[in-house]
């Protein structure tokens, strides 16, 4: 088992930034691909960014390409989105998630663990 817990969301005006980390712990961290996926009001989960068990490689949405961007510290069990220049339809509960396997992935399916989310809200 892993267990995730997000946070570092908040209420920030557009054009703003926002870092959320993502702590782990129990079963190695170390070997599982991570990914943040977002869920906006009245809307389906949806894909956000996914970093490899290494942090070498790393995939995100079309949507935040170029805004966001996934790190991870093994050595602190953590995973990162850095948020820059966000936007109001960006405004979705974050989570984080963490799979059985070493390469990133985009589909929610593929993920074993979640997180229970943290809260992003984006004024204009």
């Known amino acids: 088992q892993v267990q995730l817990v997000e946070s570092g969301g908040g209420l920030v005006q557009a054009g703003g930034s926002l870092r959320l980390s993502c702590a782990a712990s129990?079963?190695?961290?170390?070997?599982?691909?991570m990914g943040w996926f977002r869920q906006g009001p009245g809307k389906e989960r949806e894909f956000v960014a996914a970093i490899n068990w290494s942090g070498d490689s790393t995939y995100y949405a079309d949507s935040v390409k170029g805004r966001f961007t996934i790190s991870r510290d093994n050595a602190k069990n953590t995973v990162y989105l850095q948020m820059n220049g966000l936007k109001p339809e960006d405004t979705a509960v974050y989570y984080c998630?963490?799979?059985?396997?070493?390469?990133?992935?985009?589909?929610?399916?593929?993920?074993?663990?979640w997180g229970q989310g943290t809260q992003v809200a984006v004024s204009s």
């Open positions: 998630a963490a799979r059985q396997g070493m390469a990133a992935l985009t589909s929610e399916y593929r993920y074993d663990y």
């Open positions: 129990g079963r190695t961290f170390v070997t599982n691909a």
